[in-house]
């Protein structure tokens, strides 16, 4: 069916609002871009002619800086033109203007050096040092030599090297020498002409520098005078003009020869031979600057160049010389970045207009949608029904009554269906189940405008036990006050009663409120007994709400469209109470079930009885002292209930790896102990040993021996024997260090040998006979009396790996177990070996691979975490993952100190005494010295005092003494 010209219209039409909001929107849109780019393209014209200007100030600058550098040298020249030095006939009477020609190259920063060619063929120069190296020089310069003076006399060379202060420090005379000056192209274009003569900039061999040379003929007609002088300030001068960091300034004589450059790259190249020359401008490889010496680019403008993409502004100007010739500038800068300021404001510009617009459009919007309200709010009411929204609206008013009413209507169906998702809602996101009840029992009676109601749970005996009530808007402290219903003897249960409209649940109830409520007063009016029964999916009772109301609300004030929608929701909320009922039991019975297995492990061996207990309590106790903390580290420190949930598991759990470590390795309190203490084993070959010297001596005496000789010396024989077994008895106590000298008499006893007559391989398990291997063995044999046997070397089975999968990064020994009785008592420290060590510490891997197999929801996905970092330290050298403190939470940091503390403070270990409080915190503190663990929490620790509440609980009155804590908290304080 074709739509209408109606309907059509609607589909193509929009909103006022909409309309409205676009006008002014495209209205401000056309005014910013028109804005940014007028503001754009004036600031974009003059960046470009102050750059124009800049580089006619560079040029101007440059020449000043060149008349700068010739004026003051051209001077220097008339006066030694003028000097006596040109009468001077030997070395001796030319340095006497040493100090006058000093002076003049000190006094100017551009002269490099002063000479004079006599018509003789004598040559005198002065040279300034500036300390870069002179090229060509056949010896290194003497140590703070300043002045170097080349002389040529008759033929004779000489070098003489000067101080600052024109102290002679080293004459040297050169034979070699051979130098005509009138050969050189500055004596010969000066020696004929009164006037200056300068020649064009070249590289000075001597000094590498890019200068050029000055000379006059003296009064007398007799001899020349020179000047170097260098062009390097210009590099400076260039380097301190360059406007942006890609732009490049660049002085070419009319050669190409580069004179100075910018960049600071060098200007010299080879030409062969040990030759040396400028570069020329296509070495320098800048393209523009290529482009800005080429014929058709004109000079004495900025003009814009393409070059390899980009736009350049270039500008070139000569730079006059007075010998004539001239030398060239030549600048150049990327117009991207000469615009950089145009750009960022173009960019400021769009910025605050795309404000402007959002601004304006989120204003344009509002005022329209203001304007538009009144049209647009029963159509949008009705959609929101139409959607199952039933959210609050705001109150429509308006002139027609029929459309007041029914706004009227449809805000009380809102509110209706409202109320119900909202109850559903509550229930179905509380997650404890007292929160839970309350909040059952506050809504309902909320929807039925109730005075009061009570909650009825069914018991397993069938009677209805009080869980919640209120009255007034005010819970009730204990409902366990209230009477129990127990179910009939005629099987008719008492809710049922109440809803036939019987007055014996009203009996029961209304007078025990009025006892327990009777600090807010009696009820004064008459009170009905609304009775709704929960029952789940089976249609079993699971309990009874019971609503209070008066009467008369009842009778005019309630609608019965409220006690129907209560009716409706009791099975919602009988269902939600069911669950989390059942919920409730499931947590209970893992709560069992773990303390089940800490209890067990707590009992399995009496060195760690009761620290799977302990240790939960401390590290809670921790937690809450960082959640109250109010300053610190810790201020904004909370714990959601699922994060104490996972707390409680994980404290309770963190040593449930221990159920498979053996209890002869946990409670080994000799260094010979296995199931039983090796000991006696080894006392007994003592015993056979003193036996056998008994009989050795016996034997003598039947031969005829001196009957007291053998006596005396079986007594010392056997003294000896007791003396190596008590030795060897306080190894096995593992109470004092085995330092070398000790372990070198273990040894020592351990080569004695005894009589073996019985084959020790009858009576022994299959394992230990693997063990022992193909060896021969034959009777009777010799043995040491401590040995290190093959079978006392238990190999590493693949089962016995380190898990692979979860980060372990523990050192594992070679062998399982190493039995062997003399590596076992040469122990440094303890009772354990390394196999023994590895054994106990590998607890927490099974704790952690225990865990990681274990289906954890959600919010308990951290237990293995939080459970099996207790023996990691902040250094990153704890176990099993030697993580650092920043990859461990802090409550795995905090379950570190309390498991510390606790295996300190214990009492019920039989190997230690319990530690006092003091000797603990000493102990805690040198580990946190020690980056053990975490500084801030161990000062939370102390400040907050949960150390000493946890030893009024579980401490002796004798452990509790006082602890400096000032002194304990050290840096953390």
């Not at 024109?166 to 005379?173: D, G, T, V």
């Not at 096995?732 to 330092?739: C, I, K, R, T």
């Amino acid at each position: 069916m074709p739509a209408s010209p109606a309907a059509t219209k609607r589909r193509s039409s929009y909103p006022l609002h909409v309309h409205i909001a676009y006008l002014f929107v495209a209205l401000i849109t056309c005014y910013a871009l028109v804005n940014t780019f007028y503001q754009y393209r004036s600031t974009r014209q003059m960046l470009l002619t102050a750059t124009e200007s800049l580089f006619g100030q560079i040029g101007s600058q440059t020449v000043r800086t060149v008349e700068g550098i010739y004026s003051p040298a051209l001077t220097v020249v008339d006066l030694m033109a003028q000097q006596h030095l040109m009468y001077a006939l030997g070395l001796d009477e030319r340095l006497e203007s040493l100090a006058y020609l000093a002076e003049a190259l000190q006094s100017q920063p551009s002269l490099s050096a002063v000479y004079i060619g006599y018509q003789n063929g004598d040559f005198f120069l002065v040279r300034k040092l500036t300390g870069a190296p002179l090229f060509g020089a056949a010896q290194p310069l003497p140590p703070g030599t300043a002045f170097l003076v080349q002389s040529l006399s008759e033929g004779d060379g000489e070098f003489l090297y000067y101080r600052r202060d024109l102290s002679l420090i080293e004459k040297r005379f050169a034979p070699g020498y051979h130098f005509d000056p009138r050969t050189r192209p500055w004596y010969q274009s000066a020696i004929g002409k009164p006037a200056h003569q300068i020649s064009d900039p070249y590289l000075f061999f001597t000094t590498r520098e890019v200068g050029t040379t000055l000379s006059r003929r003296t009064a007398n007609g007799r001899s020349v005078v020179g000047a170097d002088i260098t062009l390097a300030v210009l590099d400076d001068v260039l380097g301190k003009e360059k406007m942006t960091p890609n732009a490049v300034l660049s002085v070419v004589d009319g050669k190409g020869n580069v004179i100075a450059a910018s960049g600071g790259q060098t200007l010299m190249r080879s030409a062969g031979d040990h030759e040396i020359r400028q570069a020329r401008l296509p070495e320098l490889k800048q393209p523009v600057l290529e482009r800005l010496f080429a014929p058709s680019f004109e000079r004495g403008t900025a003009s814009t160049l393409d070059v390899g993409g980009q736009d350049w502004l270039g500008y070139t100007a000569p730079i006059p010389l007075r010998s004539g010739n001239a030398l060239f500038l030549a600048v150049a800068a990327p117009q991207s970045e000469l615009l950089v300021d145009a750009q960022r404001l173009r960019m400021r510009s769009l910025l605050i207009a795309t404000a402007i617009l959002a601004v304006a459009a989120l204003a344009a919007y509002v005022i329209s949608r203001l304007a538009s309200r009144p049209l647009k709010a029963l159509t949008e009411e009705a959609q929101q029904i139409r959607a199952m929204r039933f959210g609050k609206s705001a109150p429509i008013s308006s002139f027609i009554t029929e459309i007041d009413e029914l706004a009227e209507a449809m805000a009380l169906m809102k509110s209706t269906i409202r109320n119900f998702l909202d109850i559903g809602e509550a229930m179905a996101a509380e997650r404890r189940f007292e929160p839970l009840l309350a909040r059952i029992l506050e809504e309902t009676t909320k929807i039925a405008q109730a005075k009061g109601g009570v909650i009825y749970l069914a018991d397993e005996a069938g009677g209805l036990v009080p869980a919640q009530a209120r009255l007034d808007d005010v819970a009730l402290a204990d409902p366990r006050a209230l009477p129990v219903l127990n179910s009939c003897s005629d099987g008719i249960h008492p809710a049922v009663i109440a809803m036939a409209g019987a007055t014996t649940l009203e009996s029961l109830l209304i007078p025990a409120l009025n006892e327990w409520y009777g600090a807010f007063g009696s009820f004064d009016k008459p009170l009905t007994t609304i009775s709704i029964p929960l029952k789940n999916r089976q249609d079993e009772l699971v309990g009874v709400v019971f609503l209070l109301q008066d009467e008369k609300v009842l009778r005019y004030g309630v609608g019965h469209e409220l006690i129907t929608l209560v009716e409706a929701l009791s099975g919602t909320a009988a269902v939600t109470i069911e669950t989390q009922r059942l919920i409730l039991e499931q947590k209970k019975l893992l709560e069992s079930f773990i303390q089940l297995v800490a209890g067990a492990i707590d009992a399995k061996s009496p060195y760690t009885g009761g620290h799977c207990q302990r240790v939960p309590e401390l590290t809670k106790m921790l937690a809450r002292a960082a959640c109250e903390a109010k300053a610190g580290p810790y201020a904004g420190f909370a714990l959601s209930d699922d994060e104490w949930e996972e707390l409680h598991i994980a404290a309770w759990l963190h040593d449930c790896g221990k159920v498979t470590t053996p209890e002869y390795v946990v409670d080994k309190a000799t260094k010979l102990e296995t199931i039983c203490d090796r000991i006696h084993e080894v006392r007994m070959r003592f015993e056979v040993l003193k036996r056998d010297a008994e009989i050795e001596m016996l034997k003598a005496i039947v031969a005829g021996g001196d009957r007291n000789a053998l006596a005396a010396q079986l007594r010392e024989e056997l003294a000896v024997l007791d003396d190596e077994f008590y030795f060897v008895a306080e190894c096995n106590l593992g109470g004092e260090f085995m330092a070398p000298e000790r372990v070198e008499r273990l040894k020592a006893v351990a080569a004695r040998t005894w009589q073996r007559t019985l084959d020790d391989r009858l009576g022994i398990s299959h394992d230990e006979l693997l063990r022992k291997g193909d060896a021969p063995h034959v009777l009777p044999a010799t043995e040491a009396l401590l040995a290190d046997k093959p079978e006392h070397r238990f190999p590493r089975s693949a089962r016995d790996t380190l898990p692979e999968g979860h980060g372990f990064k523990m050192t594992v020994p070679e062998l399982l177990y190493n039995r062997g009785e003399l590596h076992n008592l040469a122990i440094g420290r303890g009772t354990l070996s390394d196999e023994d060590r590895y054994k106990i510490n590998e607890h927490i891997v099974q704790t952690i691979v225990m865990l990681e197999k274990l289906p954890f929801p959600r919010h308990l996905k951290r237990v293995p975490e939080i459970a099996g970092g207790h023996h990691e330290k902040m250094d990153g050298n704890g176990y099993p993952k030697r993580l650092t403190r920043d990859e461990m939470s802090d409550t795995a940091r905090m379950m570190a100190i309390a498991d510390i503390f606790e295996a300190l403070t214990a009492v019920d270990r039989p190997y230690k005494k319990g530690k006092t409080l003091s000797q603990s915190i000493a102990i805690m503190s040198k580990m946190r010295d020690d980056a053990h663990i975490d500084p801030e929490l161990f000062a939370l620790f102390l400040q907050s005092g949960v150390y000493l509440a946890y030893a009024k609980r579980f401490l002796r009155p004798e452990q509790i003494d006082d602890v400096d804590i000032a002194r304990a908290l050290g840096a953390t304080a």
